[in-house]
């Protein structure tokens, strides 16, 4: 079973720096598309940023230019650097992944439990 384990959220100033980290455990044969969606009160979970494992990166309007996405294939973890965040980036950050379990053929998707990024003055 693949489970994902977030760490680096809490309490930042607007224009401050925060770094998320996510790290898979389990018998891993493939981590395919790594990603981190956020859900703001009230609102739907979106996505932030995707990283391939090629290393293609893809960001929402809202973090390009401020957040960076990356990942560590040897170590089955994946990284959001933000930066100049702002009020509305106060959200719970969920890593996500497509992973293939060892000894199956099918990808699965996994979420972690998520960790709160408060930006407040």
């Known amino acids: 079973q693949v489970q994902l384990v977030e760490s680096g959220g809490g309490l930042v100033q607007p224009g401050g720096s925060l770094r998320l980290s996510c790290a898979a455990s389990?018998?891993?044969?493939?981590?395919?598309?790594m990603s981190w969606y956020r859900q703001a009160p009230g609102k739907e979970r979106e996505l932030v940023a995707t990283?391939?494992?090629?290393?293609?990166?893809n960001y929402a309007d809202s973090a390009k230019g401020r957040f960076t996405i990356s990942r560590d294939n040897a170590k089955n973890t994946v990284s959001l650097e933000m930066n100049s965040l702002k009020f509305e980036d106060t959200a719970v950050y969920y890593c996500?992944?497509?992973?293939?379990?060892?000894?199956?053929?099918?990808?699965?998707?996994?979420w972690g439990q998520g960790t709160l990024v408060t930006v407040s003055s």
């Open positions: 996500y992944v497509l992973a293939l379990p060892t000894g199956t053929l099918q990808f699965r998707e996994v």
């Open positions: 990283i391939t494992n090629g290393g293609i990166t």
């Open positions: 389990g018998s891993i044969s493939r981590m395919n598309v």
